[in-house]
């Protein structure tokens, strides 16, 4: 925090305060013999009082005309939440219903729902910060961790708009840990994925994300929209050729999530309700105690500076109405 002028060059008016010394708006009366006139201490002060306040009035009114304003502060406060990272699939397939099929006038995409549901929840916790991760064949990075709620909601309609390509869900996770290398742990850390589908990941990106869900301690959440008829995370393979990740990548990305060594729980998600269901269980389970930082807009104190002018001019009027009248 600190003081700052908006216009400087009103300062140059500054010798204007010495006005109060050469001279007055009070009678000035001749005498033949100063001796005459005995020193009253009283009538010395007055003198004073009468110079400092015409001195601050100019004071405070150049002030104010320069705009004295305090720059912005960031204050320490403490609530409930945590910062919380969504990353969202942005496949073609988020396009469909969870009937696998383009929405009709009555119907919504995955991706349309997800977007409603999940821009409630950020209206509902007032003190997470969240940050915004895009991904389909390659991450999209949307917004860092902001406690801006009107840039995470942009970042949020973004689902609104045409997904692409394929779902490289490993690129996605390690852009949305990647938020967190620089941010104090001050309180919960959590991950929500909201994704149709899964990919295969490589022992080079599982060796990545395991080494960064455990260094950042992360949570992790897994919507897994799944489309009708389509397989479910818990899907038993009909042959063991079947049992591997290029068949099964659900039930494989699962099983890799459950075995990092972070609080996980997915959510099987096949219609709206069911994904409203899923927000407010993590909304229950995610409301910790959280440190926050949160920056105070500048602020002017032009009318206070005016104010003090004000008050000064109107003492000096007051004093100026009891002045003694003499006849000439």
């Known amino acids: 925090m600190g003081l700052y002028l908006n216009s400087p060059w009103y300062l ?95 119907e919504q995409s995955k991706a349309h729902a997800a977007r409603g549901l999940l821009s409630r929840f950020v209206d509902k916790r007032p003190h997470d910060l969240f940050a915004v991760v895009g991904f389909s064949t390659q991450p999209f990075y949307t917004i860092p961790l902001t406690e801006s709620k009107p840039a995470i909601q942009a970042a949020i309609n973004s689902l609104d708009t045409q997904g692409l390509a394929f779902t490289n869900v490993a690129k996605g996770l390690a852009m949305g840990l990647s938020y967190f290398k620089d941010q104090a742990h001050t309180g919960s850390r959590v991950v929500i994925l909201v994704s149709d589908g899964a990919a295969t990941l490589d022992h080079r990106a599982q060796k990545t994300l395991r080494d960064w869900f455990e260094r950042y301690q992360v949570s992790l959440y897994w919507f897994f929209l799944r489309t009708e008829n389509g397989l479910s995370i818990s899907s038993t393979p009909d042959s063991s050729t079947d049992d591997n990740p290029r068949v099964m990548p659900e039930r494989y990305l699962d099983k890799f999530f459950t075995s990092l060594k972070i609080p996980y729980q997915s959510y099987e998600i096949d219609t709206s309700d069911s994904l409203q269901a899923a927000i407010e269980q993590v909304d229950k389970l995610e409301n910790s105690p959280l440190q926050y930082q949160q920056k105070t807009p500048n602020y002017s104190l032009a009318n206070y500076c005016y104010l003090l002018a004000f008050l000064a001019l109107l003492l000096l009027i007051l004093v100026k109405l009891f002045e003694a009248k003499h006849d000439d």
Request: charged share 15%.
């Open 12 to 106: 140059l008016l500054l010798p204007l305060i010495l006005l109060p010394f050469i001279t007055t708006a009070f009678e000035k009366r001749p005498t033949a013999w100063t001796a005459l006139i005995p020193l009253n201490s009283l009538s010395i002060w007055l003198q004073r009082l009468i110079r400092f306040l015409g001195c601050l009035a100019f004071l405070a009114i150049i002030i104010g005309l320069a705009d004295l304003s305090i720059r912005y502060r960031t204050i320490s406060k403490t609530g409930n939440g945590a910062h919380i990272v969504f990353v969202l699939d942005r496949s073609a397939s988020m396009n469909e219903t969870f009937g696998g099929r383009s929405p009709s006038k009555d």
